[in-house]
């Protein structure tokens, strides 16, 4: 069912519509070097080869899992051939995030010298995955996962296409049922078009030869599938970074969401333990002590527990915290400290803080003058400086007007009272 012209194609108008450059370009058959961007079943190797089939060029299909340099000399060899006879060259190659650095420059000067046109299509962020001297040599384009209402365009057209579908099959699809369908395909066309062969296989055969695909056929083709989740790509940082943002936007509804969706997913729980603790300490801090605790105690029930009872407790974390008064501030106070500590140089303590337990450390006024806080009043050392000399003015923790924190702040303006007072002596 591939689409074998431009009008048959489904999905992604965004970029295929007239007036936007990839559709000019294949319209008219002028080529570029391009990089195909998005999930599986959204038409990356369809679209390559419409652009070849439009401009008249030899379709090169090369696989990163599969081959390496030598199969692409190999392509760049037969590109060459092509150029003699005044025949372009299309070098697809699928799944091109795979290929290293080595692999990726050796696309770069038959690019340069137009002796191909790369398309490459990759699953990943070319940000990350692709070299920067290829990303400037190719247009990027971003495909999207196609909507319900084309993945449905998509079985209609199988189901009534006589030579490459099914449709000389009298075939009884309630449309209930293939909503289903398109909503289990989860914005794959690929999937969506599997499923559909399996559900055929299964379908009831009626005493008129019409194979009839019921309810109970399409449950037991559709239970368990998986959203679109794969582990340390793009999809996993994007639904990560959801969870996060919920919480730290007070969002317990979509903070839950996230969670289950990265845990349908097949996410690690340990992996969301640790991001949940990691969360109380940088978006509430000490706003709510509460807090840390619970999502400490969550990642502890997770690890005794294990799959699927320890997850209700990292869910009763991710509720907490979303709801949870916030605070930044000691997250803020850390990235300061801590920049602070690698920029400056390697200074000294101050002698009044050293520990003196020899006499040769005490001839030296190691812990001289310094103040035991305990015999002040309130039992607070006023005017007492802790910093390196370089540093006496600092002052990194700024607690915010939210939880605890309130009582925090308020306490700290008391004792910077004191000390202003104690320097006025």
């Given at each position: 069912?591939r689409?074998r012209?431009?009008?048959?194609?489904?999905g992604?108008?965004?970029v295929?519509r007239?007036?936007?450059?990839?559709y000019e370009?294949i319209?008219s058959?002028r080529l570029?070097s391009?990089?195909?961007?998005?999930?599986p079943g959204?038409?990356k190797?369809?679209?390559?080869?419409l652009?070849?089939g439009?401009?008249?060029?030899?379709?090169?299909?090369?696989?990163?899992?599969?081959?390496?340099?030598?199969e692409?000399?190999t392509?760049?060899?037969?590109?060459k051939k092509?150029?003699?006879?005044?025949?372009?060259t299309?070098?697809?190659?699928?799944e091109?995030?795979?290929?290293n650095?080595s692999?990726q420059d050796a696309f770069?000067p038959h690019?340069e010298?137009?002796?191909?046109?790369?398309?490459g299509?990759?699953?990943?962020?070319p940000?990350?995955e692709?070299?920067?001297a290829?990303?400037?040599r190719?247009?990027v384009?971003l495909?999207?996962p196609?909507?319900?209402?084309e993945l449905?365009?998509?079985l209609?057209g199988?189901?009534?296409d006589?030579?490459?579908g099914?449709?000389r099959?009298?075939?009884?699809?309630?449309s209930?049922?293939?909503?289903?369908?398109a909503?289990?395909?989860?914005?794959?066309?690929?999937?969506?078009l599997?499923?559909?062969e399996?559900?055929?296989?299964?379908?009831?055969?009626?005493e008129d030869?019409s194979l009839?695909?019921t309810e109970?056929v399409?449950?037991?083709?559709?239970?368990g599938?998986?959203?679109?989740?794969?582990k340390?790509g793009?999809?996993?940082?994007?639904?990560?970074?959801?969870?996060?943002?919920?919480?730290?936007g007070?969002a317990p509804?979509?903070?839950l969401?996230?969670?289950?969706?990265?845990?349908?997913?097949g996410?690690?729980p340990?992996?969301l333990a640790?991001?949940i603790v990691r969360?109380?300490?940088?978006?509430?801090?000490n706003?709510?002590l509460r807090?840390?605790?619970l999502?400490?105690n969550?990642w502890?029930?997770?690890?005794r527990l294990g799959?699927?009872?320890?997850?209700?407790?990292?869910?009763q974390?991710v509720?907490?915290?979303?709801?949870?008064?916030?605070?930044?501030a000691?997250?803020?106070a850390y990235?300061?400290?801590?920049?602070?500590?690698?920029?400056?140089?390697s200074?000294e303590v101050?002698l009044?803080l050293?520990n003196?337990?020899t006499?040769?450390m005490?001839?030296l006024?190691?812990?001289?003058?310094?103040?035991?806080?305990?015999d002040?009043?309130?039992?607070?050392?006023?005017g007492e400086c802790?910093?390196?000399?370089?540093?006496?003015?600092?002052?990194?923790y700024?607690?915010?007007?939210?939880?605890?924190e309130i009582k925090?702040a308020?306490k700290?303006a008391?004792l910077?009272e004191l000390?202003?007072?104690?320097?006025?002596r």
């Open positions: 069912m689409p012209r431009l009008d048959e194609f489904i992604q108008s965004h295929l007239p007036g936007k450059p990839l370009a319209d058959g570029h391009m990089i195909f961007w998005g999930p959204t038409g190797t369809t679209l390559a080869r652009i070849a439009h401009s008249n060029a030899l379709f090169l299909p090369v696989s990163a899992v599969l081959s390496g340099v030598k692409i000399r392509a760049v060899a037969e590109a092509q150029l003699e006879n005044d025949r372009r299309v070098l697809f190659v699928d091109v995030h795979r290929f650095k692999q770069l690019v010298d137009g002796t191909v046109y790369l398309i299509a990759t699953t990943e962020n940000s990350f692709l070299n920067n290829l990303l400037s190719a247009r384009y495909l999207k196609l909507t319900e209402e449905l365009q998509v209609d199988a189901l009534t006589e030579q490459r099914v449709g099959l009298d075939i009884r699809f309630p209930s049922v293939r909503r289903w369908f909503e289990a395909a989860d914005g794959d066309a690929r999937r969506l599997n499923l559909l399996i559900s055929i296989d299964l379908a009831q055969e009626q030869g009839v695909i109970a399409a449950r037991e083709i559709l239970a599938g998986l959203r679109r989740f794969d340390q793009e999809d996993f940082f994007n639904q990560i970074s959801a969870l996060h943002k919920s919480v730290r007070s509804d979509a903070a969401y996230w969670l289950c969706r990265m845990l349908d997913g996410c690690d340990l992996y640790r991001r969360i109380a300490c940088e978006d509430i801090g706003a709510d807090a840390l605790e999502a400490l969550a502890n029930a997770q690890e799959s699927p009872e320890g997850e209700l407790a990292l869910a974390a509720i907490y915290l979303a709801c949870a008064p916030k605070s930044n000691v997250y803020t990235k300061a400290a801590m920049n602070d500590a690698a920029q400056s140089a200074l101050p009044h050293r003196a337990p006499k040769l005490q001839q006024d190691y812990g001289k003058e310094y103040r035991y806080a305990h002040e009043p309130g039992a607070y050392a006023a802790y910093f390196p000399d370089a540093l006496s003015d600092r002052r990194y700024s607690p915010v007007g939210r939880g605890l925090i308020e700290l008391r910077h000390d202003e007072a104690a320097r006025l």
